[in-house]
């Protein structure tokens, strides 16, 4: 807010009477512009906070006196203007919430998007039902229609590939785009060495069984080579996605194609720094990791404004099988973000063993469902055990395990103890070179879900 070349937005949008929702730095722009003040936070808010809603109407309709919120803000609003009023505060901050007295307009200083503020999608949906009079009228049935249509309209008779990986939102794109174009596409499913155990099977089958005409490509050697020696996690993404590219620009040379499908869904598209204003948290690879120069007459992104659980409802309305319309979300760049630092064949298999025990573990004990991804990390920290009797020097490795609805946000799982002490059993038997197993208790935010 007081940086220089901070965004601000034009004074007049207030005058079109439209209903709006300023989120945190947005609240305490609205405060700013419709002429009230914003000072910096004499003790920053971030984390957890109790608001007590003062007046629980509009957007605050229906909660309760006390709400659990999440904040982060270093900067505070001190007063707003006189054709506003307060709907409620927290011990920091005496504006936390606020509406103009007769206009659509709302400012919340918390983040009701995220998974820790108790009723944020409550919050959320006051605003879009009640206070903008939407209804809910998104049907993946609808959305099947329109993308196989626009699919057809941007391929015209030519040809395309589409990348697939085996996760919910290629295979969605592979399936829509057969049914848009059929024989003229081919899908491309890399293995570029980084999977896990039993992957590249499991995913070409059902991939065959789908009816989709598959291409694999060997490619495990060349993505180790070009990884080695390099550390940089947001390398290792650039460098993953242009093998990928290079790859799937190889097959499509053979079959004549000149179109690229991709799985992007939106989140990708945000975290990688698509709005001008939003930081870049990481390249998806299948976003902003994509070489300048492609070979490709463009690229085709059905589902590019899709969040995951419209994804898993359009796979559902394509008939696509619970293992896939369920199957963990897993990073294209694979176990080379999950292994910190330089990835090595060494590590790559090492990381490969205790993710099949997480796995095994998690599945065992009837979590996998509620849980939104499980998963072990190889960090680059050594440490001293014992094994037998004598001193053992080894990996330490981590386990992940989130709650969440579509990735923006989670909350680490409060997996019972006996369960993480059986995965940590496990690993440091079988996995020799393991002799420490840590259990990440991080929620995202602050923290991200995967460690790279
Ligand atoms: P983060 O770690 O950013 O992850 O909280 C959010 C979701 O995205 C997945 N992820 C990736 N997916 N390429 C992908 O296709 C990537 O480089 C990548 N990095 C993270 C992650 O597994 C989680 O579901």
Known sequence: MFDDGAPRFDERILDLELPILGICYGHQLLALISGGKVERARSKEYGTTVA????????????????????????????????????AHTDNSSYAAFRHKSRPVYGLQWHPEV???????????????????????????DFVERSVLQIRQAIGPGKAI??????????????LSAKAIGDNLTAVFVDHGLMREGERNSVTTALRKLGVNLV????????????????????????????????????????????????????????????????KIKTHHNVAGLPIE?????????????????????????GLSRDIVWRQPFPG???????????????IDIVRLTDRIVTEEIERCGLSGSLWQYFSVLTDTKSTGVKGDSRAYGYTVA????????AMTA????????????????????VPKVVRVVYDVTHKPPSTIEWE
């Open 399 to 406: 386990i992940r395990a989130v709650e969440s609805k579509e």
């Open 411 to 430: 909350m680490f799982a409060r997996i019972p103890y006996d369960v993480l002490e059986r995965i940590s059993t496990r690993i440091t038997n079988e």
């Open 333 to 347: 760049p694979g176990l080379a973000v999950r292994v910190i630092g330089e990835v090595t064949q060494e590590k």
């Open 216 to 279: 694999v490509v060997d490619a495990a050697k060349t993505f180790l080579e070009k990884l080695r020696g390099v550390v940089d996690p947001e390398l290792k993404r650039k460098i993953v996605g242009e093998e990928f590219v290079r790859a799937f620009e190889r097959v499509a040379e053979e079959s004549g194609a000149e179109y690229l499908l991709q799985g992007t869904i939106y989140p990708d598209r945000i975290e990688s720094g698509i709005r001008r204003h939003s930081d």
């Open 52 to 87: 007590t809603i003062d007046k629980p109407v509009g957007v605050l309709k229906s909660l309760d006196r006390q709400e659990k919120v999440w904040m982060s803000h270093g900067d505070d609003v001190v007063s707003i203007s006189e054709g506003f009023e307060v709907l």
């Open 162 to 175: 589409v990348g697939a990986s085996g996760g919910i939102d290629s295979t969605v794109t592979a399936v």
């Open 115 to 141: 998974i820790h503020t108790s009723n944020g999608i409550q919050m959320l949906r006051n605003f879009v039902f009640d206070v903008c009079g939407c209804e809910a009228g998104w049907r993946a049935e």
């Open 294 to 318: 492609i070979k490709f007459r463009a690229i085709v992104e059905p589902l590019k404004d899709l969040y995951k659980d419209e994804v898993r409802k359009v796979a559902q309305s394509l």
